[in-house]
T-cell receptor, first 116, second 113 residues
Framework: DVKVTQSSRYLVKRTGEKVFLECVQDMDHENMFWYRQDPGLGLRLIYF???????EKGDIPEGYSVSREKKERFSLILESASTNQTSMYLC???????????????FGPGTRLTVT | AQSVTQLDSHVSVSEGTPVLLRCNYSSSYSPSLFWYVQHPNKGLQLLLK??????LVKGINGFEAEFKKSETSFHLTKPSAHMSDAAEYFC???????????FGAGTILRVKS
């Protein structure tokens, strides 16, 4: 079974702090994704990565950055946390397929971040 | 651009009665479609997926969905609800670029005893 783990289930940070969220997958997947989940909005894509050191912006990248130094690890960074970044953050991974076809994504349990 | 509309934010059914969760999609090409489920305080789990094979797709836990191109719909059904089905359900369409997924807003299913 694919396993996607996230470094924390719950996190509380102060406004202005730098925040690191870590995600690790154990199935050698090329693709990795970071989403935030808010009630009534579903999941929104922040950033994704096809390969080591590759990254692309998703739909809501403002205020976030990412790092992928190893294939199995994808980090989300909040350079200066703000209260509107209080949310559930979900990491996912999938195989890379030719354009036009899709494999399902496998999700981690999520990190509930509160910024006060 | 691809988009997904889940027509009900909340659905309430009695245990043992049928479940219908409605989803319409918009896509500029033949899409891949998915349903995911999220139980309280858990990650998302794939229920089923449509990838241009049979239009009636069977998933886990007795769920199934039918792809109807003429109606641009992909509704999720189950003949008989169980208490353990109470969760939030997401309809998802593939964007076709880099395996990106576009999520609907979610439908919260409540099952009454």
């Amino acid at each position: 079974d694919v396993k996607v783990t996230q470094s924390s289930r719950y996190l509380v940070k102060r406004t202005g702090e730098k925040v690191f969220l870590e995600c690790v997958q154990d199935m050698d997947h090329e693709n990795m994704f970071w989403y935030r989940q808010d009630p009534g909005l579903g999941l929104r894509l922040i950033y994704f990565s096809y390969d080591v050191k590759m990254k692309e912006k998703g739909d809501i990248p403002e205020g976030y950055s990412v790092s992928r130094e190893k294939k199995e690890r994808f980090s989300l960074i909040l350079e200066s946390a703000s209260t509107n970044q209080t949310s559930m953050y979900l990491c996912a991974s999938s195989l890379l397929l030719p354009s036009g076809s899709s494999y399902e994504q496998y999700f981690g349990p999520g990190t509930r971040l509160t910024v006060t | 651009a691809q988009s997904v509309t889940q027509l009900d934010s909340h659905v309430s059914v009695s245990e043992g009665t049928p479940v219908l969760l409605r989803c319409n999609y918009s896509s500029s090409y033949s899409p891949s479609l998915f349903w995911y489920v999220q139980h309280p305080n858990k990650g998302l789990q794939l229920l089923l997926k449509y990838t241009s094979a049979a239009t009636l797709v069977k998933g886990i836990n007795g769920f199934e969905a039918e792809f109807k191109k003429s109606e641009t719909s992909f509704h999720l059904t189950k003949p008989s609800a169980h208490m353990s089905d109470a969760a939030e359900y997401f309809c998802v369409v593939s964007s076709g670029y880099g395996n990106k997924l576009v999520f609907g807003a979610g439908t919260i299913l409540r099952v009454k005893s």
